[in-house]
């Protein structure tokens, strides 16, 4: 039995169990976005598909709406493409595994994609069904999100009439948001040298890690899998002569890292006190990591008992290590005008060693553009004194909060009347596209809300099912309310 056939709202899940079945990480978009298309075509809506896959659909307004002011609904298409060591999935290809358990929708061994892929669900059951009551709608549809708001970057917003936007990329239910921090992605390129050596080659991992997201989860006292391996090999080569191979760790950089593995050469007589040494090291991360990580585990496999290779140049060795440990990483600085929310924060979520260069990708986020401009110094000074090259890319702007919000005043009075309770009202240090559109569109009044999704970007997440009717239900008043216009 389908999870839309048992649960509700149907028709939504209809459409995430749809949605799930069609490979759609970021940059492999053009399937999902081409569905997109031919559903307007089936419901005879207008749309709008571009070169990077963005699609709008415009609907006109229905059961009394028609002539009320346009409303954009927006979400992205993309997931995070994430699974768990053992699990054989292609994301270019396999569809998600989607199953039930504890009244919460998961995936096997792999990420979800409830972040966006609700959001792409409840603007369609919405643009399918002509009983519902809502304004004129303009659903809009962006690629690669989680890579840098690619996708509404290009997006032509002119496109877009309305001046009144929700966003459905948010994942924590009884929460309206109305600001999100800017970020940037910082590719750090360091070169490297490499010398002849014979030893025992190892590998050398740090694994099952939480790891989640680099924004909403960056201030859970989270451990970072390249950092740890960072302070690992530089406290093992001040134990015994070890050479670095291989290291490599993490996916995204908006994904705080749950693995790093590296491959090292030792002397055959070391391997006793090479165990030792991770043993205690193991102990030592567990006990700084209790209470939001205390199941870091490290794993070490002799690959060969004598064997020549290339290994890092000692002063290249030096460099990575100088570079991992002093690198700035997680929260930078918590904001001094809204209590609780983190301001600036950093998030080295891909190392790469290649033959002649060492890379690694950083995640970095503020609400604060200087502040933003200046971390991201930070590491550029700290790449090109070792010798590297420091590059830039995915640029976002941030959401600035507005006092005044008509939008988000009818909706806090709306949850309130139907719940009983205030909506928590806040800003988000995770980067939402709000903050192109809100810079590109004149006037825009925009809030992000959504349902409750646990452990987003990591194998582990899980989208609530009874929490998604709920916004359900609260979105289908708002639209009602906006009809009244």
Not at 470 to 479: H, P
Request: proline letters at 4%; charged letters at 25%.
């Amino acid at each position: 039995m389908s999870i839309a056939e048992k649960y509700q709202p149907n028709r939504v899940f209809h459409y995430f169990e749809e949605i799930c079945k069609i490979p759609h990480g970021s940059g492999n978009t053009k399937e999902i976005s081409d569905y997109l298309v031919n559903f307007a075509k089936e419901q005879g809506l207008s749309y709008y598909q571009d070169e990077a896959n963005n699609v709008i659909i415009y609907k006109p307004g229905r059961n009394g709406g028609e002539n009320a002011p346009v409303v954009i609904l927006q979400g992205h298409m993309d997931m995070v493409c994430e699974k768990e060591p053992e699990t054989e999935h292609d994301f270019t290809k396999d569809p998600l595994e989607c199953y039930v358990e504890d009244g919460r929708i998961r995936a096997r061994g792999t990420t979800l994609g409830g972040d966006d892929g609700i959001a792409l669900a409840y603007c369609l059951a919405l643009l399918e069904s002509d009983q519902l009551v809502h304004p004129p709608l303009e659903a809009v549809f962006t690629t690669d999100e989680e890579i840098g708001l690619l996708g509404a970057d290009f997006l032509d917003c002119s496109l877009l009439k309305g001046k009144t936007m929700i966003n459905l990329d948010m994942e924590e239910e009884g929460s309206i948001y109305t600001g999100c921090a800017g970020g940037v992605t910082g590719i750090s390129e360091i070169p490297v040298r490499r010398v002849k050596a014979e030893g025992m080659k190892i590998s050398i991992t740090i694994g099952n890690l939480t790891g989640g997201h680099s924004g909403s989860e960056i201030d859970k006292n989270r451990a970072n899998a390249n950092i740890l391996m960072g302070r690992l090999l530089y406290e093992l080569s001040r134990e015994i002569p070890v050479g670095v191979e291989e290291l490599s760790g993490g996916q995204k950089d908006n994904v705080i890292p749950r693995q790093c593995r590296a491959v090292c050469c030792i002397a055959p007589e070391d391997k006793e006190a090479l165990e030792e040494f991770l043993k205690n090291s193991c102990r030592t991360f567990r006990r700084e990591y209790a209470g939001s990580d205390e199941n870091i585990e490290i794993q070490c496999t002799v690959l060969q008992e004598l064997e020549e290779g290339e290994i890092l140049h000692p002063s290249s060795q030096e460099k990575i290590l100088f570079y991992l440990r002093n690198l700035p990483w997680g929260v930078q600085k918590m904001s001094g005008l809204m209590e609780g929310l983190v301001e600036t924060s950093t998030n080295p979520g891909v190392v790469s060693l290649k033959k002649e260069t060492f890379c690694v990708i950083s995640g970095v986020r503020s609400s604060v553009l200087s502040q933003k401009e200046e971390l991201s110094g930070r590491i550029q000074y700290l790449t090109e004194f070792l010798g590297g090259d420091y590059t830039e890319t995915g640029k976002y702007p941030a959401w600035e909060y507005k006092p005044e919000s008509p939008l988000r005043e009818r909706m806090v009075s709306i949850f309130e009347k139907e719940n009983g309770y205030a909506p928590r009202v806040g800003v988000i240090h995770a980067g939402l596209e709000c903050g192109i559109f809100y810079n590109r569109i004149e006037d825009l009044d925009c809030v992000s809300i959504g349902p409750d999704i646990y452990d987003i970007h990591t194998p582990k997440e899980a989208l609530d099912i009874a929490s998604a009717n709920r916004v359900w239900e609260y979105l289908l008043k708002v639209l009602e309310n906006l009809s009244l216009e």
